[in-house]
């Protein structure tokens, strides 16, 4: 039946308390367990009990403050612009209110039955909480008011966040899906996360740096934008065109699957996923072993901060790495592919498998590596601890940034280089690195040759070989010569030669 209540001259307080068992006289009729539909066309202040039956409730027309309860049926409530106090009871509920600040409570812990509800507000600033069972849905619309959405149990669908102050509790075993962040959003720790939450941005930037919770966020992004996560495992997925990703604490995962993609700190047991046909620009920040769930079907350039280890030996890669060194001590182990790794100072370079470059040219983006500092000493050269030999294409690849030229001399100069290979024989054979590579220094400015001139030497004439590459035409060493220990390589009888690119066949 349809009730119109209006307002009773008779009551001053202009409050009516309706219940299911209540009957008032006059045009007001409540009672029974059947569904029942109330129309509320007054600003007079109520407060409604629905029964057990699915009842609508409509207040859309009153513009005051009203406490609206659903029962346990499939109730419809909608309320006005007023500050209602609304409660959906169980059952698949639908409530919407109007531009009030309303406090809405949805669900129930009750009954093994599937819930679904339905949750719409207008522009103030609302206050929404979400209960139920693991398996109960809530479907939520937001205006653009300041929101707090807390969800306690079973799923919360939010349609969008569009203020910037909006706020979310996700209890623990419960899940919140954003599926769409409008405007630029960094929760503070009113926002917690103890469950799952998925949040969709396209391209308005999300820092979730100061939010609360013990749990990480999923984030992903359709378009060009910022993300930063939280101190948690946050997971990222990218499909934009350039988007800039930060972790932050936790171990994080990246997966990029469209376009060109930033990381900003990979580090720890973090994971990188670079789909085929994606560029993916990371730092490495501190120390990062990559385990076997990190693929490279794209390519992916890593920028070492000063210092630091990387191991990708169990990456998963289709083609190569590019791994750039940098001006500290780092110790790079490559992956499985065809890796390019561009060396720092004193940096200790394992390619792994596959056929790598080993790089120590001054490029670009890479500047002021190979620098030798007060004299050339184990602790300023860098290390290449598994040179492969082999044929070109086959065999790992030493590259510099220009022409590369064998250096060759006689005896009378007190160095001697084969023509063919670039090994070195010493008339004196100097037993520590400095005096090799002055007196190859020297040799090398007495017939003119600089940039890019090279030869093979070892200490004593046994050990590893070094490789020693000139930048200039000077008598002593210069702050920009390359010194290269080949860990295992102890013999060079061939070797191929083509412009920058410098291969041991053996």
Excluded: R
């Amino acid at each position: 039946m349809t009730i119109t209540i209006n307002n009773n001259p008779n009551d001053p307080s202009g409050l009516y308390t309706i219940d299911s068992t209540t009957a008032i006289s006059g045009k007001t009729v409540i009672g029974g367990t059947a569904k029942h539909k109330i129309v509320i066309a007054n600003n007079v202040q109520y407060t409604v009990t629905g029964d057990n039956g699915g009842d609508t409730i409509n207040f859309s027309k009153n513009t005051t403050d009203n406490n609206l309860f659903g029962g346990t049926g499939d109730d419809t409530i909608k309320a006005g612009n007023g500050n209602n106090y609304i409660v959906g009871g169980g059952g698949n509920d639908t409530i919407s209110a109007g531009n009030g600040s309303n406090t809405i409570l949805v669900g129930s812990t009750t009954g093994t039955s599937p819930v679904s509800s339905t949750v719409s507000v207008g522009s103030g600033n609302n206050s929404i909480s979400i209960s139920g069972n693991s398996s109960d849905i809530a479907s939520i619309s937001l205006g653009k008011g300041s929101n707090w959405v807390s969800v306690s149990g079973g799923t919360a669908n939010i349609k969008s966040f569009s203020n910037a102050k909006d706020a979310l509790d996700v209890f623990s075993g419960a899940t919140a899906n954003v599926l769409a962040i409008t405007k630029a959003w960094t929760p503070d720790n009113q926002t917690i996360n103890d469950g799952t939450v998925y949040l969709t941005t396209k391209t308005v930037a999300i820092n979730l740096s100061g939010a609360g919770g013990t749990s990480g966020w999923n984030v992903t992004a359709t378009g060009s934008t910022s993300l930063t996560g939280s101190s948690y495992n946050d997971t990222f997925l990218a499909s934009g065109s350039k988007d800039v990703l930060t972790g932050g604490g936790g171990t994080d995962s990246f997966y990029i699957t469209k376009g060109s993609s930033t990381i900003t700190d990979l580090s720890g047991n973090d994971v990188l996923v670079a789909s085929a046909k994606t560029k993916v620009s990371a730092t490495v920040s501190a120390n990062w072993t990559a385990g076997n769930t990190t693929t490279d079907d794209g390519a992916v350039t890593l920028n070492l901060n000063s210092g630091v280890s990387v191991d990708l030996s169990n990456a998963v890669v289709s083609k190569g790495l590019t791994i750039d060194g940098s001006n500290g001590s780092d110790n790079i182990i490559g992956s499985n592919g065809n890796d390019l790794i561009k060396a720092g100072i004193h940096d200790s370079l394992t390619g792994g498998a596959g056929s790598d470059t080993f790089s120590f040219a001054k490029g670009s983006t890479v500047k002021g590596v190979e620098k030798i500092f007060g004299g050339i000493t184990d602790t300023t050269l860098n290390t290449v601890t598994d040179y492969s030999k082999g044929a070109v294409g086959t065999g790992d690849v030493l590259q510099y940034s220009s022409t590369l030229k064998i250096g060759g001399f006689d005896a009378a100069n007190g160095v001697s280089i084969d023509s063919k290979t670039g090994v070195v024989s010493f008339t004196s054979n100097p037993t520590d690195l400095n005096t090799a590579v002055t007196e190859l220094a020297t040799a090398f400015n007495s017939h003119h040759q600089g940039n890019g001139t090279f030869a093979f030497f070892q200490l004593n004439g046994t050990g590893p070989e070094y490789l020693y590459i000139a930048s200039a035409k000077e008598a002593s060493p210069s702050s920009h010569d390359n010194v290269i220990q080949l860990v295992g390589v102890t013999s060079i009888s061939e070797i191929s030669l083509h412009g920058s690119h410098l291969t041991i066949i053996s």
